[in-house]
């Protein structure tokens, strides 16, 4: 049995199950969310493990001996070449354990959905459904329909499930989002349509190879890049297209948070990565030092806006685009180290993320409130919750012993090989305004004199209430001090991207010497 | 005489004959459940001729042709117009009479759509395509008791006759232009001389004709006013299979009358002709739905959008430059409307039922909270607008890849086109915008305080004209590489007559 295809089919049939079940009862409906979601982290896990060694049928790209594993085709559409076909390398594998421990803990924290709850676990199933989609996908087509497919659930669900506040409604948080994708993805299309009718397919296998060849001219590169790139870096959000994302993360319902910051965005840089620099890399020498220059807005920019928030939500809302930032500038530094770090950087900032987002959603049901100014004191009532968000603030600070401190050294080493040297001191300031804002956070929410309306909290008590935070503690631990297991799987996927990118700088050198 | 190849149209033509007989006969109590039945197996024996023997060749003394792209368009109709039955039953209960007429003429114009992709010179063009228009409006004013719909009815008649003009003006033109009327002597005369200014004035007029049909830019302004007066399965019927006529034509005529003239500077400023109406098609429908709040008006916009997306397929089969990308645009016109009509039939299944209602249950205000009064209208409804927004895994999202796909392969060689896939790309957000705001209203609203509330029962014919449509366009959807083949084998008819 593919293992790819087990985790795509998963949710897409636990989707379909739900449906089934009657609305009157909820609790078959999450039992089924949670089973279903348990399938594909263990699977994810068994994905993981078992990449170095498995002997699954694999594909290779001749010209940079890139190889896929798990490879599985069915002809689709033959009249136009068209396949449903899966496959990983270990940046996919990376991605989409991501993905399956960011959904089943989410499925966890969304236990206390009462309103609606089998319509909630539909959308966010088939949410999924389309995440993972993308991440397994070895062909164009596909990629597209997934990612288009994980779009409008989130509307649903942040337009159904969301909240509201007094700065931004779900309805405009929820609408904003999906144009803003939606104009990015359609823009994408036409370079990915271009590319097809360049190459004649949409096999992101043979697609690798025909790159690699010199299908794509230098000047089909320079024409293409920029929409693709953009449609992807929307998604990311780089800075200046990045303003439906602290809102669209306020509004969005806990669970959806966790996925929309933790996963979602990581298309973004994934879609970058695999198919706008692997596909164009000559191109790609020529902008990513524009990106240099713009991911600096994000790290600064953010970072400084985060500050001057007052709902937590929209304080880590804003320190994600700061720190996409790191992820951006990893990309542009086009060198190992840096490209490595930002993909690790991708599944770190994914897990805190999702932990940030869980924490503030299980004291936002008890209080409803999440302005700094109303809370304060929280430690006392809820010291496990407050514990375990004190070391996400930790994390998210890149202090040493988390995976974050890992992929933020290798992206800042990385930035100074590549001769970036502003973006890489900004990037380490960036990392102390991290620490400024996400101290005073835990200073006026969990610390100081708590207002007597909080004594009714509860802390969360049983098991299974701590099940998702202690699960997203521990992987941050675990590869902040193990690294090595999960770098060597991104290694794998990153080294033809970087050889690629190296192999354009030196033709753009030679030709440049010729003249 | 060969008449097994007009079977599927003598077939339509009895049923609808049938139905009036039926409806005269039948005791009054029978025939709001009897008529419908005459329709809907008049249709089905239609589709079967169709699919079954296959016609293949001329008939009527040369004015009637059977090939792959007739057989497509034919088997098409049968089908939509089948659905467009079955949700029809469900308003017609309600009629005290006009049983027999009103799906007599239904039939005809059917007859006519179908005839409409048959047709060998301009003068079965005009008589099938008026077939279509003068029983559209009747249809129209049918409730004559209701001002709107008699409003409806008058408008249509004013700027049909109008276009009607223009249409018959073109037909003369084209024919002192070129001395004939048959479409083979035509497609001659324009590969060997080209065009001059008479014969393209003429085109010009058939083609304002046609657009009146498709409601394109600047034939459009009828839409709204008549999809909103008319009752909701005529609306239906308008948006889908009239609309289809169409463009049939359009694909028709462009491929005798400008294809052979392609790369002649004559031929190719239609290129610049049709890329121009496509995109004001476009805009005009994508911005001028953004505003509208009741749902029949919203689906006209709309429904000018998505004109706006088949002539830039309509377009790509000017501009390409090899057969292959020809057929690549035809055959994305020809998906796009089979997608487009099961949308907006699931749509208007859905809208046909609330209006059954009663009067003024077509306002957004009455969807609001749809999900808690009808769980099955609301996720049919989600769907249809999902797929007339072109999002997977519908059925509308497999038409605006084509369109675009065929698009960006054709602007290889002519770089021009690129412009038009960015005004196409815009319109997909805009669409998007409006789309959305009726799903919110249906999902994440309540019902509201002064509106209608409580269930809603369904009848029978509803069900199963909402299931068919929720299977139909997933089904197309995920799995369209047979509709695909089929598109391009029927596309790949229109240009192998030149050889």
């Known amino acids: 049995m593919n293992l790819p295809l087990v985790i795509l089919l998963l949710p897409a049939f636990a989707t379909l199950a739900i449906f089934a079940v009657p609305a009157s009862r909820p609790q078959v409906v999450k039992g089924i969310a949670f089973l279903a979601t348990l399938g594909v982290l263990v699977a994810s896990i068994v994905l993981a493990v078992t990449f170095g060694t498995t002997d699954a049928p694999s594909e290779t790209v001749r010209a940079t001996g890139h190889v896929y594993k798990h490879v599985m085709t069915v002809p689709w559409v033959p009249a136009l070449g068209l396949q449903f076909k899966l496959g990983v390398d270990g940046m996919g594998v990376a991605m989409v354990l991501l993905t399956a421990l960011t959904i089943f803990t989410g499925v966890c924290v969304s236990f206390s959905v009462k309103e609606r709850a089998k319509e909630f676990f539909l959308n966010l199933l088939a949410l999924v459904t389309g995440v993972f989609g993308v991440f397994v996908s070895l062909d164009l087509f596909f990629y597209y329909f997934f990612y288009e497919l994980a779009v409008i659930p989130m509307f649903l669900l942040i337009g159904c499930w969301g909240s509201t506040t007094k700065t931004m409604s779900r309805d405009y948080a929820s609408m904003k989002l999906v144009l803003m994708l939606t104009t990015g993805a359609v823009f994408a299309l036409l370079g990915l349509l271009a590319m097809y009718t360049k190459a004649g397919s949409f096999d992101m296998v043979r697609l690798e190879q025909l790159a690699a060849t010199g299908t794509f001219s230098r000047a089909f590169q320079l024409a293409w890049f920029p929409p693709v790139f953009l449609g992807f870096a929307a998604l990311v959000p780089m800075w200046p297209l990045h303003s439906w994302s602290p809102g669209g993360h306020a509004a969005a319902p806990a669970a959806v948070s966790m996925l929309h910051a933790g996963v979602l965005m990581k298309i973004g840089a994934y879609g970058i990565l695999r198919v706008a620099v692997t596909y164009m890399p000559e191109a790609a020498q020529v902008y990513l030092p524009w990106v240099g220059v713009l991911c600096c807005f994000n790290i600064v920019y953010g970072g400084l806006v985060a500050m001057a928030q007052k709902d937590m939500k929209f304080v880590v809302g804003y320190s994600s685009s700061s720190h996409m930032g790191y992820v951006l500038l990893g990309i542009a530094t086009a060198n190992l180290i840096g490209v490595q770090g930002a993909v690790y950087l991708m599944f770190a900032h994914g897990v805190m993320t999702a932990l940030a987002f869980s924490l503030i959603g299980f004291f936002y049901e008890q209080t409803h409130t999440r302005m700094l100014d109303d809370l304060g004191g929280l430690m006392k009532k809820m010291p496990f919750v407050g514990t375990c968000f004190v070391i996400m603030s930790m994390a998210s600070a890149g202090l040493p012993g988390f995976a974050n401190f890992v992929s933020e050294l290798l992206v800042i080493i990385g930035a100074w090989h590549a001769g970036m040297y502003v973006p890489a001191i900004l990037a380490t300031w960036g990392i102390v305004v991290t620490g400024v804002y996400l101290l005073r956070t835990v200073k006026s929410a969990f610390l100081g004199r708590m207002p007597a309306r909080w004594e009714g909290l509860e802390d969360a008590r049983t098991p299974f209430q701590k099940l998702p935070f202690v699960l997203l503690v521990s992987t941050l631990l675990l590869f902040g001090f193990w690294p090595a297991p999960l770098l060597s799987l991104i290694r794998q996927g990153v080294t033809p991207i970087v050889a690629s990118l190296d192999k354009a700088a030196q033709k753009t050198a030679a030709e440049t010497g010729q003249r | ?499």
């Open chain 2, 1 to 499: 005489m060969n008449l097994h190849l007009i079977l599927p149209e003598v077939l339509v033509l009895v049923g609808g004959l049938l139905a009036v007989t039926v409806s005269l006969v039948a005791p009054p109590a029978r025939r709001a459940g009897l008529v419908p039945w005459v329709a809907g197996l008049a249709l089905a024996a239609a589709l079967a001729a169709v699919l079954v023997l296959r016609p293949d060749g001329v008939s009527l003394a040369g004015s009637h042709l059977s090939d792959g792209f007739s057989r497509f368009v034919r088997a098409m109709a049968c089908a939509g117009g089948l659905l467009l039955v079955v949700i029809s039953s469900s308003y017609t209960r309600r009629l005290d009479r006009g049983h027999g007429e009103f799906y007599g003429l239904l039939l005809f114009a059917l007859l006519g759509v179908m005839l409409v992709s048959s047709v060998t010179d301009l003068m079965g063009l005009f008589v099938s395509l008026e077939l279509v228009t003068i029983t559209s409006y009747v249809l129209a004013a049918f409730k004559r008791t209701d001002p709107r719909s008699a409003e409806a009815g008058l408008k249509y008649l004013v700027v049909g006759a109008v276009s009607s003009a223009f249409l018959l003006f073109g037909c003369a033109l084209v024919f002192g232009a070129t001395g004939s009327v048959t479409f083979a002597t035509i497609s001659t005369h324009v590969a060997g001389k080209g065009f001059g200014p008479l014969l393209a004035l003429g085109a010009g007029l058939v083609f304002c004709g046609l657009f009146f049909k498709a409601a394109a830019v600047p034939f459009q302004v009828w839409a709204p006013d008549v999809y909103q007066g008319a009752p909701s399965p005529v609306t239906a019927f308008l948006s889908s299979l009239s609309k289809s006529a169409g463009f049939v034509l359009l694909l028709r005529i462009v491929s005798i009358l400008v294809v052979p003239a392609a790369g002649t500077p004559g031929g190719d400023a239609w290129i610049a002709f049709f890329g121009v109406v496509a995109s004001l098609t476009l805009l005009y429908g994508n911005l001028g739905a953004m505003p509208q709040r009741d749902v029949k008006r919203l689906l006209a916009y709309s429904s000018i959008g998505h004109a706006g997306y088949m002539l830039l397929g309509v377009t790509v089969v000017i501009a390409a430059k090899t057969t292959a990308l020809r057929v690549d645009g035809a055959a994305a016109v020809l998906v796009y409307l089979v997608a487009y009509y099961l949308t907006t039939l699931t749509a208007f299944a859905v809208v046909v039922a609330l209006s059954a209602q009663g009067r003024g249950h077509d306002s957004a205000g009455v969807y609001a909270g749809l999900h808690r009064r009808s769980p099955l209208l609301a996720f049919a409804m989600l769907l249809a607008l999902l797929s007339l927004a072109g999002v997977p895994p519908m059925a509308g999202l497999i038409g605006k890849f084509l369109v675009f796909f065929s698009l960006v392969g054709a602007a290889e060689a002519r770089p021009g086109l690129y412009a038009l896939g960015v005004v196409g790309s815009l319109g997909v957000v805009l669409s998007l915008y409006y789309y959305l705001l009726l799903i919110r209203d249906m999902y994440a609203k309540e019902p509201a305080a002064d509106g209608p509330q409580g269930p809603i029962v369904l009848p029978l014919g509803t069900k199963v004209a909402v299931f068919v449509g929720i299977f139909a366009l997933i089904g197309l959807g995920v799995y369209w590489g047979g509709a695909f083949d089929a598109a391009r084998a029927a596309a790949s008819a229109l240009f192998a007559a030149r050889g």
